[in-house]
C-alpha cells in the first residue's frame, strides 16, 4: 500500500524558500515516478514537475524552471521540491503523486497515488 505524506509548506514572504518533502510509506517507492502538482484557489490543478525512477528524466512546466527543483532520495522513500525566489502567484496546495511506472508524465490522470497535499502561501 502507498501513503504519500507531503510536508514542509508554510507562509513565506516573496523571494524566500521552501522545500516540500514527500514521504512514501511504501516498499515500492523506488519503482515509481513521482510528480508534484499544485493548485490555486479557484483555478485547476497544475503540473509542476515530474522525476523518473532513477531521477534520470525529469520533467518541468517551462515557467518554473529555473525556481523550482525535484529531486528524491530512494533510500528515504522521499521525494523533494525545493522552491526558490517564491512569488505571491506560486501561492496554492502543493500536492505528490506516485505512479506505477518509472515514466514521469505531466498529465495528472496517469498518477495512481496522491499525497494529502501541504498549503503553500507567499505574501508580497
Known amino acids: 500500500q502507498v501513503q504519500l505524506v507531503e510536508s514542509g509548506g508554510g507562509l513565506v514572504q516573496a523571494g524566500g524558500s521552501l522545500r516540500l518533502s514527500c514521504r512514501n510509506s511504501g516498499s515500492t517507492f523506488s519503482t515509481y515516478a513521482m510528480g508534484w502538482f499544485r493548485q490555486a484557489p479557484g483555478k485547476e490543478r497544475e503540473f509542476v514537475a515530474a522525476i523518473s525512477w532513477s531521477g534520470g528524466s525529469i520533467y518541468w512546466t517551462d515557467s518554473l524552471k529555473g525556481r523550482f527543483t525535484i529531486s528524491r532520495d530512494n533510500a528515504k522513500n522521499t521525494v523533494y521540491l525545493q522552491m526558490n525566489s517564491l512569488k505571491p502567484e506560486d501561492t496554492a496546495v502543493y500536492y505528490c503523486?506516485?505512479?506505477?511506472?518509472?515514466?514521469?508524465?505531466?498529465?495528472?490522470?496517469?498518477?495512481?497515488?496522491w499525497g494529502q497535499g501541504t498549503q503553500v502561501t507567499v505574501s508580497s
Open positions: 503523486a506516485a505512479r506505477r511506472d518509472f515514466r514521469p508524465v505531466q498529465d495528472g490522470s496517469a498518477y495512481d497515488f
